[in-house]
T-cell receptor, first 113, second 109 residues
Framework: DVKVTQSSRYLVKRTGEKVFLECVQD?????MFWYRQDPGLGLRLIYF???????EKGDIPEGYSVSREKKERFSLILESASTNQTSMYLC????????????FGPGTRLTVT | KNEVEQSPQNLTAQEGEFITINCSYS?????LHWLQQHPGGGIVSLFM???GKKKHGRLIATINIQEKHSSLHITASHPRDSAVYIC???????????FGKGTLLTVNP
């Protein structure tokens, strides 16, 4: 059974803290994605990676960075968390070929106070 | 830039009703994905289609390539169908998905 896992379902952090969100997939997918999901805005792409150590900015990369040292693992880093980064964060992975079906993790609900 | 427009944003139905959610997309999108997200849950893929129609149980997805329009139908709706339904487009060599904003469906018993 294909699986994408995320390190935490719920996380509460203070403003200014450094936050790590981890995602692991077991499907040998080349592509991995980080999204945030907010009411009324839908899913927005933060960063994606198409190979180990390779990354590209998505639509809203400001305030975030990523790391992909191994094929199966993609980390999202909030260098200095702010309250406007309170959101649901979803990781996904896919093969780099049509129809580009993405498999999603369960999500991390991050609250920054 | 690829775009996907989804409607309605919110939908409330009584158990047993036939439900339709619509999705329009721009030139450049060649496949349409329908996704489901239950409250507090992750996102699962329901359908991917580039032509015609697909059916799984009470769910039916159709796509009209000429009109660049897709619909998701739910027959004999049930409270467990309550979820957010999201359409997303993919196309060409761009492996990113373009997402609609989602439809929150509530089915009351």
């Amino acid at each position: 059974d294909v699986k994408v896992t995320q390190s935490s379902r719920y996380l509460v952090k203070r403003t200014g803290e450094k936050v790590f969100l981890e995602c692991v997939q077991d499907m040998d997918h080349e592509n991995m994605f980080w999204y945030r999901q907010d009411p009324g805005l839908g899913l927005r792409l933060i960063y994606f990676s198409y190979d180990v150590k390779m990354k590209e900015k998505g639509d809203i990369p400001e305030g975030y960075s990523v790391s992909r040292e191994k094929k199966e693992r993609f980390s999202l880093i909030l260098e200095s968390a702010s309250t406007n980064q309170t959101s649901m964060y979803l990781c996904a992975s896919s093969f780099p070929r049509q129809p580009y079906e993405q498999y999603f993790g369960p999500g991390t609900r991050l609250t920054v106070t | 830039k690829n775009e996907v427009e989804q409607s309605p944003q919110n939908l409330t139905a009584q158990e047993g009703e036939f439900i339709t959610i619509n999705c329009s997309y721009s030139v450049g999108i060649s496949a349409l994905h329908w996704l489901q997200q239950h409250p507090g849950g992750g996102i699962v893929s329901l359908f991917m289609l580039s032509s015609g129609k697909k059916k799984h149980g009470r769910l039916i997805a159709t796509i009209n390539i000429q009109e660049k329009h897709s619909s998701l139908h739910i027959t004999a709706s049930h409270p467990r169908d309550s979820a957010v339904y999201i359409c997303a487009g993919s196309g060409g060599s761009n492996y990113k998905l373009t997402f609609g904003k989602g439809t929150l469906l509530t089915v009351n018993p």
